[in-house]
């Protein structure tokens, strides 16, 4: 979970609207063009269901419902 959140945040430092390069980002291996606002609200979500993951698999803030992934547009 660690290196996933890691890894998310490091994605925005580079790619997002206030990141290094701030144009976003070219994924080829899934034809996946990203810009720089849009990789704000993917890292977002990332964090947000990181989160709700460890809180999760730590044994609090469980409420038995089924989870829902949402993909909000940017």
Known sequence: MTEIINQAET???N???SGASGRGINLTEIN???SG???DVFV???LQQ???AKSILSGDGTDKREPVLVWGKA
């Open 11 to 13: 994605l925005k430092a």
């Open 15 to 17: 790619y997002g609207s």
């Open 32 to 34: 996946e063009r990203m």
């Open 37 to 39: 606002q849009r990789v």
């Open 44 to 46: 977002g979500m990332l």
């Open 50 to 52: 990181a989160a709700k």
